[in-house]
Nanobody
Framework: QVQLMESGGGPAQAGGHLKLSCVLSLSSRKWCMGWFRQVPGKAREGVALIGPDGWRSYADSVKGRSAISKDIDKITLYLDMNSLKPEDSALYYC?????????????????????WGQGTLVTVSS
């Protein structure tokens, strides 16, 4: 059974930094993993993905100020977010899916992922 659990969300100031973590229980290392976010009334959007080969991709809205990484031994996924903006405020979800032909933000939607965490709320104030 695949389980994901996020942590690290909370309030932050614009220009500040947050690091989100997601502990995954996976039986294989051939997974596409990443972060999505959702605000009320809008669709869930991909923020950052990392493939089984370590390839990383980002949404344009966070590119250059966010970094996704994973600790294979701990099976933990991270998202470092810098220079936070109020528009980064959202419920952030960790997601994972195996056997995907690609693992690129923009090439996948939330419908391509079967496994999700419960979400962690990020609120950025100006």
């Amino acid at each position: 059974q695949v389980q994901l659990m996020e942590s690290g969300g909370g309030p932050a100031q614009a220009g500040g930094h947050l690091k989100l973590s997601c502990v995954l229980s996976l039986s294989s290392r051939k997974w596409c993993m990443g972060w999505f976010r959702q605000v009320p009334g809008k669709a869930r959007e991909g923020v950052a993905l990392i493939g089984p080969d370590g390839w990383r991709s980002y949404a344009d809205s966070v590119k250059g100020r966010s970094a996704i990484s994973k600790d294979i031994d701990k099976i933990t996924l991270y998202l470092d977010m810098n220079s936070l903006k109020p528009e980064d405020s959202a419920l952030y979800y960790c997601a994972a899916q195996d056997a995907l032909p690609i693992c690129i933000v923009g090439g996948l939607t939330d419908a391509d992922f079967s496994y999700w965490g419960q979400g962690t709320l990020v609120t950025v104030s100006s």
